[in-house]
Each structure stands twice: as C-alpha cells, then as structure tokens.
T-cell receptor, first 113, second 111 residues
Framework: DMKVTQMPRYLIKRMGENVLLECGQD?????MYWYRQDPGLGLQLIYI???????SEGDIPKGYRVSRKKREHFSLILDSAKTNQTSVYFC????????????FGPGTRLTVL | GEKVEQHESTLSVREGDSAVINCTYT??????FPWYKQEAGKSLHFVID?????DRKQSQRLIVLLDKKAKRFSLHITATQPEDSAIYFC??????????FGKGTKLSVKS
C-alpha cells in the first residue's frame, strides 16, 4: 500500500521555538518535496530532495531547512519559528526526478503563536 | 520561473452538467501538466495529467486539453456528480521534477 506519512498532524508552537516536521514514504521514491499551503495561495514549494543529502531550494526556502539522511525520510526544520510560518505543510514524493506524479502526505497543520 | 494562473477561483455547476477549469502557464519549457484534487480537509491526490507531446487525454469522465501555442490547458469534467465537489489544482512542470501549482478552483456540484 503506497503511503506518505507525516508527523505530527497538528502542532502548536510559540514564536522563537524550533519546529521539526517529519515525513516518511514506503515506496523507495527518490524524490521528496515539502510544500506549504495557505488560503488563496495554492501550494508553494519550500524544498525538493532528489535523494539522500541531495537537496535543492524551492520557491520559498527562507526560514526553513531540510534533512534527508535516509531515502524514506525527509524532515523540515524551522529554527526559531515565526508567526507567518503558520500554515499547513504537505510532504510529497515521486518515483524519481523524471517522474512527475507526486504522492502527498496528509499534511501537518502548524500554528505559531 | 514558471508561473501558473488558474482562472476560476470558484465554479458552481448542476449535477450532470460539465465543468471546465482553465489554466495558463508562462514557461515554454514546461512539458508536464497534472491536475490534483483536494477534498475538504484532506490532502491532494493526482487525478489526470497530460504531456506536451499530445493535445488531448481522457480518463473516464475527465478530459484534459493542452494548447501549447496559447500556453493554456484545461480540465473538463463531464456528467458531474456531487463527489466531484473539491478544490482542483493545475500544475506545470519541466525537466527538474519541480511542479508549479495554480491557486486552486473550488468546484461545487449542486444536486
């Protein structure tokens, strides 16, 4: 059963705290993504990872960093979270960089107070 | 970089009618155009795509048209059903596996 998982599903943090969002996939997909979704803005790409330790900035990387030490796991880190980082974050994966169909996780709703 | 504009932010149709969602893109190098569906409170899932080597693709009640000259593509949902109600996102991608998404169209199918 092909699956992308995200933990936690809901998170409330205070401004200035560090945030770790985790994503896993069981399909041995090479490429993984982090997006944020805000009302009226669609999905915005934060980072893309082409494989272990092969990460590339997306369209809005400022304030975020990522880590991919195993093919099946991709983490998004917010060092010193800001209130404007309140959003729903989606992780996705695709088979390889030439395969465009992306499989999305269930999302993490992050609130930064 | 690529910009994708999704023209209808909301669309309301009667059950059984057709719904059409239109998108335009800016980068002539884009070659892959998928559509994703997001039901209320849920994640996105892939519904249909089209690549630049064809101008029409159909999967059951879904038809995608691509006009490369106009840099425009569209999703047609025929014989709509209440379960088609959702937000639909178009996207465009090139050679680097990155997709640029439109802002979404909220489709309501009224019975």
């Amino acid at each position: 059963d092909m699956k992308v998982t995200q933990m936690p599903r809901y998170l409330i943090k205070r401004m200035g705290e560090n945030v770790l969002l985790e994503c896993g996939q069981d399909m041995s997909h090479e490429t993984m993504y982090w997006y944020r979704q805000d009302p009226g803005l669609g999905l915005q790409l934060i980072y893309i990872s082409y494989d272990v330790d092969s990460n590339s900035e997306g369209d809005i990387p400022k304030g975020y960093r990522v880590s991919r030490k195993k093919r099946e796991h991709f983490s998004l880190i917010l060092d010193s979270a800001k209130t404007n980082q309140t959003s729903v974050y989606f992780c996705a994966s695709s088979h390889d960089w030439g395969s465009y169909e992306q499989y999305f996780g269930p999302g993490t709703r992050l609130t930064v107070l | 970089g690529e910009k994708v504009e999704q023209h209808e932010s909301t669309l309301s149709v009667r059950e059984g009618d057709s719904a059409v969602i239109n998108c335009t893109y800016t980068d002539t190098a884009s070659s892959y155009f998928p559509w994703y569906k997001q039901e209320a409170g849920k994640s996105l899932h892939f519904v249909i795509d089209i690549r630049s080597n064809v101008d029409r693709k159909q999967s059951q009640r879904l038809i995608v048209l691509l006009d490369k000259k106009a840099k425009r593509f569209s999703l047609h949902i025929t014989a709509t059903q209440p379960e088609d109600s959702a937000i639909y996102f178009c996207a465009a991608g090139g050679s680097n596996a990155k997709l640029t998404f439109g802002k979404g169209t909220k489709l309501s199918v009224k019975s």
